[in-house]
């Protein structure tokens, strides 16, 4: 890690809370790529390991690593595990015609299909499936109904759908599976991801709280974790799965194949208070700009949705395609972040912020922060100031959704870097501290160099004390910037 250069930094200016995650990919992966799409603001680069090679990957992460120096800014990386995706298998045409009505079969063996039968290498997924269960292809555009189910195939008819081609994905609502979350290829990737030195681990296809046990005992304290919510089954252990994860990503794109469309919305809107009251981050993902893949706006209503969002108090909000593999990785950047930064001005927005805000636990962290939200309120501070070691002080500040932005001051990398997720926080690593005059000096000199506060300005200053013990906020100042 280059040795960061404190005197001469300025953070990227960002006139909104809300943080954007983009999606590298093909469109994306160039230095000058990334930097543009952190200039036009990205907060947080995620890396989609269902696509390219773990030498493609590191090569990303160096990059980052590098922009990181170069602006001297903490940047959140965040691994996507591809997770037990499962896909039927390749058509000799590559792909068929299908009738309402006409049967199919799904196999287990491994020839070219056609279009009366295709494989499915999923032995597991063929027990699973009873007479009568549907079976979801290509994102639901097909939809299959089993009428036999034998020791290695499904008998089933056509409900819905005309064209199949080749390894689309299967998706079978209601039945929990009988797979853990991680695959020999996650395994690998998963290695990979932690030797690079990623922040984030996300996990895809969770359906119990024992998939997040597992991958915790592997990734151990190298990276955070990330519960990605895709399949309904999680829905029913939502609570003791927010309470194994470090933050939650909202991944509508495959909950919205199994749950009927007009579930989507509402469960949305359960996860992001959910996870905000646990004081851990939320990320709301997939098709948020979908049609600006090809074009160079988007659509109302995508706009609507993004505004949505973040009306419900998310942290973050994800790019995947339009990012990763479209025609307008940075105008879709800049829309995002106008759009967020559009509706943190509004007045309605905060009411319901507020109105919405988790009730403190009766702790002292909890009590300090809450009130560290209102005083800098009332008095018009141009920020909160966090010291944090752990990282939990700055996350109790985010909890709070306060008006203001969050100035993370931590010695460790890994803390910064992490929190770059999190509504409203802006990281900075400093040294250690061991006083109150330092601390409070530090804050000033700090808020200066990040461009957040001019001399004269109040700041609200949260820390444990003594300094330096992980998780014990239990002090609150009111500085004026010098």
């Given at each position: ?16 809370n809300?943080k ?23 907060d ?24 990181e ?5 903490p ?11 499962l ?5 000799a045409a ?45 994102d ?18 056509v ?8 390894r ?46 597992e ?8 990276a ?43 469960v ?12 851990k ?16 706006t ?11 969002a973040?009306?419900?108090g ?11 593999a ?6 879709a ?23 919405d805000?988790?009730?403190p ?7 300090i ?20 070691t752990?990282?939990?002080?700055t ?27 999190s ?10 501290i061991?006083s ?16 957040i ?25 009111i500085?004026?910037?010098?």
């Amino acid at each position: 890690m280059t040795a960061h250069r404190h005197h001469q930094f300025s953070l990227l200016p960002r006139l909104r809370n809300t943080k954007i995650v983009a999606t590298l990919g093909p469109a994306s992966s160039t230095a000058e790529q990334i930097e543009a799409l952190l200039r036009a603001g990205a907060d947080c680069f995620r890396l989609n390991f269902s696509h390219g090679s773990a030498d493609e990957h590191r090569a990303r992460v160096e990059a980052i690593r590098d922009i990181e120096a170069q602006y001297d800014q903490p940047i959140a990386i965040i691994a996507d595990l591809q997770g037990p995706k499962l896909r039927i298998g390749r058509f000799a045409a590559g792909t068929v015609g299908l009738r309402i009505g006409q049967s199919f079969r799904l196999d287990l063996d491994p020839a070219l299909g056609d279009g009366s039968r295709v494989q499915l290498p999923h032995p597991e997924l063929i027990q699973a499936l009873p007479r009568g269960s549907d079976i979801l292809l290509d994102d639901g555009r097909v939809r299959l109904e089993v009428r036999r189910q034998g020791v290695d195939f499904l008998e089933t008819t056509v409900a819905a759908g005309n064209i199949l081609s080749d390894r689309k994905g299967v998706n079978v609502p209601g039945v929990v599976l009988p797979l853990g979350s991680l695959t020999r290829k996650d395994r690998a990737d998963l290695a990979a991801a932690l030797s690079f030195g990623v922040d984030w681990i996300a996990l895809s296809f969770v359906q119990r709280p024992e998939d997040v046990v597992e991958a915790r005992s592997l990734i151990g304290d190298k990276a955070a974790l990330i519960v990605k919510l895709e399949k309904p089954q999680a829905l029913e252990h939502l609570d003791a799965l927010i309470d194994l994860a470090d933050g939650v990503m909202v991944a509508r794109g495959d909950l919205g194949v199994e749950l009927p469309p007009e579930e989507v919305p509402v469960v949305q809107r359960r996860i992001v208070a959910a996870v905000r009251k646990a004081g851990k981050p939320v990320i709301v993902a997939t098709q948020m700009l979908e049609s600006m893949i090809s074009a160079p706006t988007p659509t109302r209503a995508e706009a609507s949705d993004i505004a949505t969002a973040v009306y419900e108090g998310t942290d973050a909000v994800m790019l995947s395609a339009e990012t990763a593999a479209g025609a307008y990785p940075t105008e879709a950047v800049e829309i995002m972040s106008r759009i967020s930064a559009r509706v943190e001005r509004d007045p309605a927005y905060r009411r319901t912020i507020d109105a919405d805000a988790p009730l403190p636990d009766s702790n002292f962290g909890d009590a300090i922060t809450t009130a560290a939200s209102q005083v800098a309120q009332t008095i018009g501070a141009v920020a909160i100031a966090t010291f944090t070691t752990s990282g939990s002080t700055t996350l109790r500040a985010s909890r709070e959704r306060p008006a203001m932005p969050i100035l993370c001051l931590t010695a460790r990398f890994e803390t910064a870097r992490r929190l770059m997720l999190s509504y409203g926080v802006r990281s900075v690593v400093t040294p250690d501290i061991n006083s109150f005059s330092q601390m409070v000096e530090r804050a000033g000199r700090m808020a200066r160099a990040t461009g957040i506060a001019h001399i004269g300005d109040h700041l609200v200053v949260t820390a444990g004390v003594p300094f330096g013990t992980p998780g014990n906020t239990n002090t609150l100042r009111i500085a004026v910037v010098e």
